[in-house]
């Protein structure tokens, strides 16, 4: 069933046909007035149980006026077309779900896992956040019996090691929080990810220890102690805010491997809002910036020999990696090759982006659906424009390089506590 409301915006009093495919999931609203791009959000909220619908809008208000100047559609997952003025439509359209339904498959298992996901995100992000306060207080005995307790299939049995009564120490504990999450997170990876991070913990890590196995320790000894907890407790916090965010992105998960055939000038979205994802793409930004040394000294061991033995000779670590001039061009320089070691992780970023938001030159164009970011320096100014579906892209995209690097010091945590300083394994040996 599609339903059709009329809205008039609270500042320009601009008349919008808003138009909905009425489905099993509440749909996200996050668009921007055509006329004076206020932003216009909320969430019409579909109680199947008692079959009631119930929009709550703001920044615009529902008007009898049978009169519109604009109208566009709302939907969870699907693309939606653009903005079009009333002259341009017709009384009778196609539902998007008939017209999804004539381009693309049928909604598959992802898909459905991934909306089940998004409805109960809180219940997800309230379990993320406990464990790690659990984990950063040292409660082993609280963790284990947490996953004692639970009914939940949490620890996937891989092996004999991979149970709850084998976390007996702050290692196992740690391994066993990062394993649940990660079985948590998979509804929100996409496809093929859970893959690449398994091949990291198998073929890369591991190959660069069983070759460099004392260049390895070389470098992990000269590492600071909380080194690894720091990068392993920001990336959480990110990845909670990601949780956050997830509603607004749905079209673009539902579409990740059609992107090159979406004409961006005619599909949209009615989910995103630009200043959610500006924020979260800048946290995003200087968490992968800052984490991306740990990288460079293991391209470095595997390429050259030692951890301080860059491309260009040998220098201090840290001296070579602070001056670079910005987190930026650190970034770009050292992911400037071909090691898969950087695979998913070079070409995420865009230094534009996070300078414009940092510097509130950000400007939205709600009838195109297009970002502009601006960035002033002393050298001139720079923009970057996109639609708002490639924006979001960027954002998954990043999440993605995130949960790469967050595999990496995961693993590498592991390699130190036992090469270094021999804390002894039980869980996941």
């Known amino acids: 069933m599609v339903r059709n ?30 006329k004076c791009n206020c932003h216009i959000s909320g969430t019409i909220v579909i109680d199947n149980k008692n079959t009631t619908i119930s929009e709550n809008i703001i920044g615009a208000t529902e008007t009898n006026n049978k009169d519109y100047n604009y109208v ?29 339904g004539f381009t693309t498959p049928s909604k598959n298992q992802r898909m459905q896992n991934l909306l089940y996901f998004v409805n109960q995100s809180d219940i997800y992000i309230n379990k993320i956040e406990n464990i790690y306060n659990l984990l950063s207080t040292n409660r ?10 639970t009914n939940e299939n949490i620890l996937v049995e891989l092996n004999k090691h991979n149970n709850a009564n084998n976390i007996i120490n ?18 929100i990876m996409p496809e093929g990810v859970f893959n ?34 720091t990068y392993l407790f920001k990336m959480p916090s990110y990845i909670i805010d990601y949780i956050k965010c997830v509603d607004q992105l749905l079209p673009v998960y539902d579409n990740f491997d059609k992107f090159g055939n979406i004409d961006f000038t005619k599909q949209g979205v009615s989910t995103i809002s630009i200043d959610d994802l500006a924020v979260l793409y800048k946290k995003g930004f200087e968490l992968l910036c800052d984490s991306i040394d740990l990288l460079v000294g293991l391209y470095n061991i595997e390429t050259n020999g030692t951890y301080n033995h860059f491309d260009t000779g040998i220098y201090d670590f840290n001296e070579r990696l602070n001056g670079m001039g910005s987190k930026y061009n650190k ?18 970023l865009n230094n534009i982006i996070r ?75």
């Not at 320009?12 to 749909?27: K, S």
């Not at 991070?197 to 070389?218: A, F, G």
């Open 170 to 187: 702050e290692l196992d504990a740690m391994l066993a929080t990062k394993h649940y999450v990660n079985s948590l997170l998979q509804p």
């Open 72 to 100: 566009l559609e709302l939907a969870t997952e699907f693309l939606i077309d653009k903005y079009k003025q009333r002259d341009e439509t017709t009384d009778v359209q196609m539902s998007m779900f008939v017209r999804r």
């Open 140 to 149: 082993v005995d609280l963790i284990r019996k947490y996953f004692l307790n």
């Open 196 to 229: 690449n991070m398994y091949q990291i913990m198998n073929e890369k890590t591991r190959r660069i220890v069983k070759k460099h196995v004392l260049s390895v320790k070389d470098y992990l000894n000269n590492l600071d102690n909380d080194y690894f907890k």
């Open 355 to 429: 300078n414009a938001e940092g510097h509130n030159s950000i400007f939205t164009d709600g009838l195109n659906q297009e970002v502009t970011f601006i960035n002033k320096t002393k050298n001139g100014t720079k923009t970057y424009k996109t639609s708002f579906l490639e924006f979001g892209k960027m954002c998954v995209d990043l999440f993605t390089a995130i949960l790469y690097i967050w595999e990496y010091y995961y693993q590498f945590t592991k390699f130190k506590s036992v090469l270094i300083d021999g804390v002894k394994l039980h869980y996941g040996k």
């Open 331 to 348: 970034y770009e320089y050292f992911t400037n090759n071909n090691s898969d070691l950087f695979d998913g992780i070079r070409g995420v």
């Open 5 to 34: 409301s009329i809205y008039k915006c609270n500042y320009c009093n601009c008349l919008l046909r808003l138009r909905y495919q009425v489905g099993y999931f509440n749909i996200p609203v996050s668009i921007y007035c055509p």
